[in-house]
């Protein structure tokens, strides 16, 4: 598969057939600004530990503890941005916000799928119904054809071929629900 497409692990796809989350300029952008600030607060800290002042080592333990916790609030500010997204795949739907945070639903265990409640002006959610008896948020995002775009969502060559040309999830996921349950019948 081509690599312009985000991958999820091996173990957790089939064929990605839609891809979507924050547009890789907002996720750079954002994720690169943390990792900047996260290695800027590393050298402060070293800086300062460093130091031949007169500090106590109660104050250098307590310096180390706060410029510790600014390093990690923006590596996982830093992961937040790069890492969150929603993909559909041959096997089923992934959802993940932070890495080895994801949630896999197969298409097998998912009954219906209804319309959600709007998150600001580009994010939805799409509501699963399990055959566990939850029902699951799937976010949604939009591409709104604007230079300013943070949210986009991109369908494969082969996501195209088997629902249309529409990367709106809302429209993907309930066809692919149903791609699957018709290939499903006939087994």
């Known amino acids: 598969m081509a690599s312009r497409w985000p991958v999820p692990p091996k173990n957790e796809r089939g064929d990605v057939l839609l891809s979507s989350g924050p547009g890789s300029m907002f996720r750079w952008i954002y994720g690169g600004a943390c ?3 996260a290695v800027l607060f590393a050298v402060g800290l070293a800086i300062l530990s460093l130091s031949e002042d007169q500090a106590s080592s109660a104050e250098r333990a307590v310096q ?6 600014f390093i990690l609030f923006f590596v996982f500010g ?13 096997d089923g739907i992934l959802m993940r916000s932070l890495p080895g945070t994801g949630k896999f639903l197969p298409w097998n265990e998912i009954n219906s799928m209804e319309p959600g409640q709007l ?3 580009r994010l939805r959610t799409l509501v699963a119904h399990t055959t566990r008896g939850e029902s699951v948020k799937i976010p949604m995002y939009y591409k709104w054809g604007t230079p300013t775009t943070r949210f986009s969502a991109k369908l ?9 040309p529409d990367p709106n999830p809302a429209v993907v996921l309930p066809e ?12």
């Not at 180390?64 to 916790?69: I, K, T």
């Not at 494969?156 to 249309?164: D, F, I, K, M, S």
């Not at 692919?176 to 087994?187: A, H, P, Q, V």
């Open 119 to 121: 998150i600001g002006k």
């Open 35 to 37: 990792a900047l600030f």
């Open 64 to 69: 180390a503890v706060v410029f510790g916790g």
């Open 156 to 164: 494969t060559p082969e996501g195209a071929r088997l629902v249309g």
């Open 78 to 90: 830093f992961l937040l941005f790069t890492k969150q997204g929603v993909w559909a795949t041959r």
């Open 176 to 187: 692919l629900l149903e791609l699957f349950r018709r290939s499903w019948s006939k087994k």
